[in-house]
């Protein structure tokens, strides 16, 4: 799992729960963000600048430059 | 085992007490009374449940707590007759139209706690107990011989009887009591029986069994109360088994006050299983063992004694490396109802070594914890080699997560140097090495050998290495990974100061069942305050105590997710199933209730348990400390395996430029801000929880959740003053 980063953000980043950040490139989506920063946990719920993205439409939803995005992994296991 | 070998066992039992009792149906709930077993002097006795117990007290835990607090002084030992164990369901268990209500929650004062311990059990014995008409079993004394205790919720009686020929190991005693106390072949399903193991004997980490009668494998199974050394107490007390037999109807059993508000909402997530289980966590077919390969990829697996996160080989113990040993197909139910059927066995598997070598056994498990605390832990990965110690940590009666963790540890001091090839009578305890591994459980069942020592725990290892083998006290207080005693269950903290609070803060000792906060703080950054921190610390802990007053399983809490879930305010909460609990309870009792009063009743219990803690000489800020390696890197090797990691973090958080530090330098300055943090975190939390910056409930505190007793006010006042 990529670490959190620091406060200043470079202006092509995607910044993930307010704390991962992760190289913005042309075409990337909400699977390739979860690939890279290995985020395997079944359960999770993702939104971009606010909006929940269905579970569906991972492989389409194109995340931009900047945007806000949320992967809030549901607590279970225990 | 013939039918000759039981009967022969029986005729050598020698009753030493008989107790009638007139059978009785459960009012929505509550059976209203408890039963009072004292080996000692083989006196029975039915106590009644009040009002007031169920008003402060609620059930399962709850009640178990407050007997014991009456049965013991301050000065119980955990061998002392006096030491109780206490067991009880809770009104919700036995439900068999909502999943998950076989709940049993056990206490006693813990052998290597030294103060008061609870340990969850799923299965049958809870429900049975109560619908047998008893809402609590509570044992106390000590027996001069080995007995068997038999509830008799057909007949309405109870006995004590000398049980001389019956075997100790649980796989043995669970067939040898569903034998003689059944009648029929159907009959053997109305059985449960809580026994222990030759570990339990020699080891201070001894764990419980309970079982249940698998009725499409005609097998004994088992669920486990694994932590704090109760198995330990069980056998102490001479006791092989506690048995109980019902034989009436289930489903209906526990009258509640209104059925249909427990269909309606047990109807919904019966179905929200069934559809979802498959795309969300696959409960029904891996049971928790789904978790390891995640826990890896966010760093959070221990391995190698908690020094890392993650290792290459986990793909040895994957979730489809389970799922095909796992026997598919064959619903898993815990207790009746239960769509979850997360508990999985290994048929047919053939015991490689010691005393059951060739036996052909059930292998009921493993879970995360045992794949986690037996394997990455102790760097082994071999999934047979899991198997043989799940089934003999079981049969010996022996915790898979203590003897997980003090194995860790052990091979930690090894490769240390602090443990020889002497020391450990030529054992090469190395990481990974399951062959050794195996070698000191049998030795634990034995009460023989090095392994004898490990059994102690590691708490008393530490003590014994320090003063016999000259070992670091220092280094192997910050890897020795045990709080207050209990040795930590299978998750990596380093990075989440939320759980390094849930873990040192919990009432036991370092056990999850209380907060699993780690990805909420550490993945989802929702707690990014320590205020934050300090209210997920107030509630979950809490909330999660509750499934424990009421016989339940917090799995299906959150293990399956509404799918609209994600919509609500607070997802985390899972808040549709919340509901759920407060029209399961309401339906049940008849006591109308919000979901804050459901936390209201776990706050009562959850502070009467700190307040026990103090009772027995704990309970205060200093017992709330932890290891460092729960922290963060005690070893450069750790440091310098998250060198960019921890560099960031000194930089941006500390304020400590890592340019031109050795590493020894910039680990001191790390840990120096991540102790400061654990001091700061628990200021906040206590302040949270109405406690004195020392840990202890306020008298007000007290007084707002009813518990102010008058020994528990003056207890508290001696140590605020």
Known sequence: MPEGRGRVRDSEMIRVNNKFDVEWQEGTTVNSILKILKFT?????????????????????????????KVIHLVAGG | MSTKDIQKMRQAHKVLAEFDYELSEVEKGYANRTLYVNLSDNAIASKPVTQQMKDVFTGGKG??????????????????????????????????????????????ISPTTHSVMDSNVGGHFGPLLKFAGWDALEIQGQAEKDVIVFIDGNEGKVTIEEAPEEAVDSHLIGEQMAEMFADTEREK???????????????????????????????????????????????????KALVVKYGGGKAAANNPADRKRITKVGSRINQEIRDYDAVQNRMRNTGT?????????????PVHNFKFGAHPEVERLSREVWESKFTQGLPDGCWLGCTMSCSHAVDGYTVRTGPYKGQVVIVDGPEYETIAGCGSSCGIFDPDALLEINFYCDTYGLDTISFGTSTAFIMECYEAGILNKEITDGLDLNFGNADAALELLHQMGQGEGFGAIVGQGIRRMKHIFAQEYGGDPRFMQDIGM????????????????????????????????????????????????????????????????????????????????????????????????????????????????T???????????????????????????????????????????????????YDRQLKELVGCDPEGKTTEEKMAALRAYREEQYELLIDVVYKRRGWTPDGIPTPETLKRLHIDFPDVLELVRQHIE
């Open chain 1, 41 to 69: 946990f079944p359960m999770v719920v993702v939104s971009v600048n606010g909006k929940i993205v269905p579970r569906s439409e991972y492989g389409t939803t194109r995340i931009g430059d900047n945007d806000a995005v």
């Open chain 2, 63 to 108: 009640f178990g707590l407050w007997l014991l607090w009456n049965g013991v002084t301050g000065d119980t030992k955990w061998n002392d007759p006096e030491n109780e164990i206490v067991i009880a369901s809770g009104p919700i268990g036995g439900t068999t139209q909502y999943p998950g209500a076989g709940k049993s929650l056990v206490v006693s």
């Open chain 2, 189 to 239: 399903r109305d059985i449960s029986t809580v026994s222990a193991g030759s570990g339990a004997d020699h080891a201070l980490i001894g764990c419980l069994n309970f079982s249940w009668y698998d009725v499409r494998r005609k097998k004994v199974r088992f669920k486990q109360a694994g932590r704090g050394g109760i198995g330990t107490v069980l056998r102490d007390k001479k006791i």
């Open chain 2, 289 to 301: 063992a789904y978790l390891v390969t995640i826990m890896n990829d966010y760093d959070l697996l």
């Open chain 2, 482 to 593: 045990e709080a207050k005693g209990l040795e930590y269950s299978e998750y990596v903290t380093k990075e989440s100061l939320a759980q390094q609070g849930g873990y040192g803060l919990a009432s036991k000792g370092p056990q999850h069942d209380e907060a699993w906060l780690i990805f909420m703080d550490m993945v989802n950054n929702q707690l990014p305050t320590f205020e934050d921190k300090a209210e997920a610390l107030h509630y979950f802990p809490v909330w999660r105590t509750w499934f424990g007053l009421c016989g339940l399983c917090k799995l299906p809490w959150n293990d399956i997710t509404p799918t609209d879930n994600a919509e609500t305010d607070e997802p985390s909460k899972i808040p549709e199933h919340v509901q759920n609990y407060v029209e399961l309870f309401s339906g049940v009792t008849g006591r109308e209730v």
């Open chain 2, 595 to 645: 979901k804050e009063d459901l936390i209201t009743m776990s706050e009562q219990v959850y502070n009467f348990q700190r307040v026990f803690n103090l009772k027995m000489g704990f309970g205060t800020r200093q017992h709330d400390a932890i290891p460092y390696r729960s922290m963060g890197p005690v070893t450069v090797e750790e440091y310098e395996s998250r060198t960019e990691r």
